[in-house]
């Protein structure tokens, strides 16, 4: 996968390698975890700044009222990648486990029903979204400018949903191939494109946040393109050969593939749409604390993004690795990767971290209009606060990893779940009407991380996973069991 030298591939290798040194991780897992780790943790930023750049120039071009608007509509548009990730939560499980057992006919099966799944499932979220946007975004706020804009924005960037699903669906099934390096080019080079585009519409076309719509929704068209056509033809040209390629012509309805992807991805769909439905009652309260808060914290979300895309390659890595092995029937070996990945995982969030605390300012400063806008102070201690949190998610993301390939994934819905809704939420509550203030912000991001991060860590430490994978592997490595 290292096919040229790349700055983040060597970041994470000096850091593996520094623990290998230390005698707490295997050189060689350090080495296949950070080939397939760094491809998807530069998607990661990839889009999360593409994210972060929308949030920077609506705010120049428009003000803050524009930022407020965009991050009142975020947790809709969020409900792509719930649903997205859901379903393809499911596709790396079968998909990796069936790689490693050379089952490809049965992976094309999983493919196919993964697409057909995530279509479904998210077409009625786009005709709400055009049909209801300024309904839905005044469920969260009484501020008549920042509910104007941030419909403007949702009713285009709805069309975009199915697409956005499809792409994570493609994506996964790249990495669950051994193939993160592919997956990067595609939604990398798309989150580039969507840069160039919104910027071409919001100061070129002078269409504020409808431009930044737009060009969310055209990037996406760009990247399920590339998805379709690389997997049906086994190459994409520009980019290269993909590792599978899939007869598009094939069976849809696959029963058995499609109630496997449900009962796997709908555990992780509701994990990621903790994250999305918790914005709401969040950004409610956030209101009460007034407009200037509401951008802080947007762009402190935005921040947060960026910081956490390790997370996103070391558990999908983790995912890969471990359901590879699981699928030849090795789960010792499988268990030794997830040890390994989490240790990993920890330590390049720890580096990461106090790197952005130490630009905490600076990077602020990028998305208001000015260092004097009334937002910076308050986003820049929020920033500081996300950058103590963080850290835990490298347990929690690196411990869901196995979990997630193995097909137990109740665990970490409900860690998620208790981590926000029942301890961050009523935080952030306690600070809008106390004297704890934004206090309770601070520490409403240190429970999203920490409670799942404990609760996951004792799941994998309890070693159930390994057994209830046995009901996901291929028919080929079920017969040697």
């Given at each position: 996968?290292?096919r ?45 700044s ?63 029903a993964?697409t ?9 979220v ?18 008549e ?111 058995a ?17 903790v ?10 309260i ?14 402190a ?10 997370g ?12 590879q ?31 952005i ?24 201690t ?72 404990a ?27």
């Amino acid at each position: 996968m290292s096919r040229v030298p790349n700055p983040f591939r060597l970041f994470i290798l000096y850091i593996g390698f520094g623990l290998a040194r230390l005698g707490l991780i295997d050189r060689h897992r350090v080495v296949r975890t950070t080939d397939l780790a760094w491809p998807r943790i530069v998607t990661g930023i990839a889009r999360m700044s593409k994210n972060a750049v929308d949030v920077a120039m609506v705010g120049v071009a428009v003000g803050t009222s524009a930022v407020a608007g965009v991050g009142f509509a975020g947790p809709f548009w969020g409900l792509a990648f719930s649903i997205g990730g859901g379903v393809a939560g499911g596709t790396i499980a079968l998909v990796s486990q069936r790689y490693g057992a050379e089952a490809f006919r049965e992976l094309g099966d999983a493919v196919r029903a993964s697409t057909l799944l995530v279509v479904v499932v998210s077409l009625p979220v786009s005709v709400l979204f055009w049909t209801y946007p300024h309904e839905l975004i005044s469920l969260l706020s009484s501020n008549e400018r920042a509910i104007d804009l941030g419909a403007d924005y949702l009713r285009i960037v709805g069309l975009g949903v199915p697409l956005a699903g499809l792409n994570l669906v493609g994506s996964r099934v790249l990495v669950g191939c051994d193939d993160a390096y592919t997956a990067m080019q595609v939604r990398a080079g798309g989150a580039v494109a969507n840069i160039f585009l919104s910027a071409w519409f919001i100061f070129g076309m002078g269409w504020g946040v409808e431009g930044a719509a737009v060009g969310t929704v055209l990037a996406n068209v760009i990247v399920t393109v590339g998805f379709a056509v690389g997997l049906a033809w086994g190459y994409l040209p520009g980019v290269g050969a993909f590792p599978v390629r899939i007869d598009p012509f094939g069976s849809y309805l696959n029963a058995a593939m499609l109630r496997d992807l449900v009962k796997i991805g709908l555990p992780v769909g509701l994990r990621n749409l903790v994250w999305t439905v918790a914005e709401f009652p969040m950004l409610a309260i956030l209101d009460v604390f007034g407009e200037n808060t509401v951008a802080a914290f947007v762009i402190a979300r935005r921040i947060w993004g960026l910081m956490n895309t390790p997370g996103w390659g070391f558990g999908l890595a983790s995912s890969s690795l471990v359901g590879q092995e699981l699928g030849v029937n090795d789960p010792a070996e499988a268990e030794a990767y997830a040890r390994d990945i989490i240790r990993f995982s920890v330590a390049t969030y720890l580096v990461s971290s106090v790197l952005i605390a130490f630009f905490a300012t600076d990077i602020v400063v990028l998305f208001a209009e000015g260092p004097e806008s009334p937002e910076v102070p308050i986003a820049v201690t929020l920033v500081y606060a996300a950058c103590f949190a963080v850290i835990f998610q490298g347990v929690s993301g690196g411990a869901a990893g196995p979990l997630d390939a193995a097909g137990d994934t109740k665990v970490p819905f409900a860690s998620q779940f208790v981590g926000m809704f029942c301890v961050s939420i009523p935080l952030a509550y306690l600070g809008a009407t106390t004297a704890l203030g934004l206090w309770g912000l601070y520490l409403a991001f240190v429970a999203e991380t920490s409670i799942p991060a404990a609760i996951n860590y004792w799941r994998f430490r309890s070693g159930k996973w390994k057994a209830i994978s046995k009901a996901y592997r291929p028919d080929v490595a079920a017969s040697d069991d």
